[in-house]
């Protein structure tokens, strides 16, 4: 059955693509709040149980490195999933991954078995991959002139999670005691279930699949003559796509920067501060204000993106991210200034995403968007990863200041690209 023939009534008439647009976002919404409890949930413990069961404060690190690499490692093959099948089995099947990798961390920390809670974390990456791809289905249908508040609407629902997931060990400790498990374990019992949960939403509710009626709607208006989607997207056909479209590359490398940019600052603040001196309830404030920099003002962010245009926006959040590597960069031990400085650069890094995301839609057509996204993330993913594991050493080579020094550098390129681009929007 095609898109049109699902969303099509009784009668047989054809399908308003505005409805649909709205059924997917309030769709794809529900699954990010349950979705992202799931993420904030694990990321909570993840170092926790690291350590614990390695004995080695050195190996805390490892949980979220891994949960990077394997977001990165299922960004591809979910893409290419979507686009052969569409965003419902794309961001189903991610889901129901990540719910399954939950199941393997689990049976893995409680047996004591590291490389096997490492590989449950692996595939808990899949969570992370989908809960960013949801963005790309909320721009699949919009009309222009709106697709910016339609995706900040969905980068805005992992608020949520955000804030609730990482408070949940409490009450994840007492669920977990009944179980007879680990008590850091019930963090990750939550998770699984919503990840599971987030599965079962997008499989029951994202129906029409918002890509597969963009494509139908896009052969229609062309006769016929649309080029179909690839029965299978290579990554470099995806790369070709982008880099002959300047706008594509600008939202490529939007993406890719402002993601550097954040991570590799807010990988290393929480031992900024501790050297300093911050205790972890400073510490754990300052990184949620972070946290609600990135989400809480995705839709006023979209809605700007719409008004002003997807290039105007993009740079700003560059102009922001300078600002905030230049107000944490010089506060030294403040933790005021410091704090300022992330929550400058959770902005940053929302203007950046959110703005890239809806230009790259706006620059491709339906039948190029999934290879490119995917290609998007995997490289966002990549970057985030490649930051976060070199900070350490830029943080002990040449300090704090230093290292938002470099992280600022990224922003370079995002500059110098816009120059190509002559029409914002």
């Given at each position: 059955?095609?898109?049109?023939?699902?969303?099509?009534?009784?009668?047989?008439?054809?399908?308003?693509?505005?409805?649909?647009?709205?059924?997917?976002?309030?769709?794809?919404?529900?699954?990010?709040?349950?979705?992202?409890?799931?993420?904030?949930?694990?990321?909570?413990?993840?170092?926790?149980?690291?350590?614990?069961?390695?004995?080695?404060?050195?190996?805390?690190?490892?949980?979220?490195?891994?949960?990077?690499?394997?977001?990165?490692?299922?960004?591809?093959?979910?893409?290419?999933?979507?686009?052969?099948?569409?965003?419902?089995?794309?961001?189903?099947?991610?889901?129901?991954?990540?719910?399954?990798?939950?199941?393997?961390?689990?049976?893995?920390?409680?047996?004591?078995?590291?490389?096997?809670?490492?590989?449950?974390?692996?595939?808990?990456?899949?969570?992370?991959?989908?809960?960013?791809?949801?963005r790309h289905a909320a721009a699949d249908l919009a009309a222009e002139r709106t697709r910016g508040r339609d995706l900040s609407l969905v980068v805005w629902a992992t608020t949520v999670g955000s804030v609730i997931?990482?408070?949940?060990?409490?009450?994840?400790?007492?669920?977990?005691?009944?179980?007879?498990?680990?008590?850091?374990?019930?963090?990750?019992?939550?998770?699984?279930?919503?990840?599971?949960?987030?599965?079962?939403?997008?499989?029951?509710?994202?129906?029409?699949?918002?890509?597969?009626?963009?494509?139908?709607?896009?052969?229609?208006?062309?006769?016929?003559?649309?080029?179909?989607?690839?029965?299978?997207?290579?990554?470099?056909?995806?790369?070709?796509?982008?880099?002959?479209?300047?706008?594509?590359?600008?939202?490529?490398?939007?993406?890719?920067?402002?993601?550097?940019?954040?991570?590799?600052?807010?990988?290393?603040?929480?031992?900024?501060?501790?050297?300093?001196?911050?205790?972890?309830?400073?510490?754990?404030?300052?990184?949620?204000?972070?946290?609600?920099?990135?989400?809480?003002?995705?839709?006023?962010?979209?809605?700007?993106?719409?008004?002003?245009?997807?290039?105007?926006?993009?740079?700003?959040?560059?102009?922001?991210?300078?600002?905030?590597?230049?107000?944490?960069?010089?506060?030294?031990?403040?933790?005021?200034?410091?704090?300022?400085?992330?929550?400058?650069?959770?902005?940053?890094?929302?203007?950046?995403?959110?703005?890239?995301?809806?230009?790259?839609?706006?620059?491709?057509?339906?039948?190029?968007?999934?290879?490119?996204?995917?290609?998007?993330?995997?490289?966002?993913?990549?970057?985030?990863?490649?930051?976060?594991?070199?900070?350490?050493?830029?943080?002990?080579?040449?300090?704090?200041?230093?290292?938002?020094?470099?992280?600022?550098?990224?922003?370079?390129?995002?500059?110098?690209l816009a120059l190509r681009v002559r029409r914002p929007r």
């Open positions: 059955m095609t898109a049109a023939e699902e969303s099509a009534p009784a009668r047989g008439a054809a399908p308003d693509p505005a409805r649909v647009q709205r059924k997917a976002v309030i769709a794809l919404v529900a699954a990010q709040v349950i979705g992202g409890l799931g993420v904030g949930a694990a990321l909570s413990v993840g170092g926790l149980i690291a350590e614990d069961l390695t004995g080695s404060q050195s190996w805390a690190g490892t949980a979220t490195t891994t949960i990077t690499l394997g977001a990165a490692l299922f960004s591809l093959p979910l893409a290419g999933l979507a686009a052969r099948r569409g965003r419902r089995p794309g961001l189903g099947l991610g889901w129901l991954i990540a719910a399954l990798g939950g199941a393997v961390a689990i049976a893995g920390a409680q047996a004591g078995y590291f490389p096997v809670f490492l590989a449950g974390m692996a595939l808990y990456g899949s969570g992370t991959a989908t809960n960013l791809q949801a997931g990482p408070n949940l060990t409490g009450p994840g400790a007492a669920v977990a005691s009944r179980l007879g498990l680990l008590d850091l374990l019930g963090p990750l019992l939550f998770s699984t279930a919503a990840f599971a949960a987030a599965g079962l939403v997008t499989f029951l509710m994202l129906r029409p699949d918002p890509l597969l009626l963009a494509r139908e709607l896009e052969e229609a208006d062309s006769g016929g003559t649309a080029p179909k989607a690839p029965a299978k997207a290579s990554p470099r056909a995806s790369i070709a796509v982008i880099v002959r479209n300047p706008r594509a590359l600008l939202a490529l490398v939007g993406t890719v920067a402002s993601h550097t940019v954040m991570v590799a600052v807010m990988t290393m603040t929480p031992v900024h501060m501790a050297h300093g001196g911050a205790t972890l309830t400073v510490i754990g404030l300052t990184i949620s204000l972070h946290i609600a920099g990135m989400y809480a003002f995705s839709p006023l962010v979209g809605w700007l993106s719409d008004r002003l245009g997807r290039v105007p926006v993009l740079l700003t959040g560059q102009g922001v991210l300078l600002a905030a590597a230049a107000v944490a960069g010089t506060a030294g031990h403040s933790t005021a200034l410091v704090t300022t400085g992330l929550v400058l650069l959770g902005l940053g890094w929302s203007f950046g995403l959110v703005a890239s995301s809806a230009l790259l839609a706006d620059s491709l057509a339906p039948h190029e968007r999934p290879g490119a996204q995917g290609v998007t993330d995997l490289l966002m993913n990549l970057g985030g990863a490649a930051a976060g594991a070199a900070s350490g050493a830029v943080l002990a080579g040449i300090g704090f200041g230093g290292l938002n020094a470099f992280a600022a550098l990224f922003v370079l390129p995002v500059a110098l």
